[in-house]
């Protein structure tokens, strides 16, 4: 709940329009300041979401997955192998029609 708090902080501070021509260029600091921050918070944990589509049922899935628990940090041994995942469905969301 802290880490959103700080996230909504971070995007609260608008960027200010200054007059002439250096107004444009702090503008856009500002927002790359935001975007790096809010980056750096979704690299700051120790889990990485893999997003799985086209799955034989149909479904697609999402699976948190530790880092500590992987031979890879990069995750390139995940790139081509085939994985049986064990798991249990936490909650199902439905398409809008």
Do not use: C, W
């Amino acid at each position: 709940m802290a880490q959103m708090m700080e996230i909504a902080e971070m995007f609260d501070k608008a960027p200010k329009q200054l007059k002439g021509k250096g107004g444009q260029n702090n503008e856009y600091k500002v927002m790359r300041q935001q975007m790096l921050q809010f980056s750096d918070s979704l690299k700051a944990g120790n889990t990485t979401d893999l997003t799985i589509e086209g799955l034989q049922s149909g479904h697609n899935a999402l699976i948190t997955v530790e880092t500590a628990f992987l031979n890879d940090p990069q995750m390139s041994d995940l790139v081509d192998g085939n994985f049986r995942v064990l798991g249990k469905v936490i909650r199902s969301v439905g398409e809008k029609r």
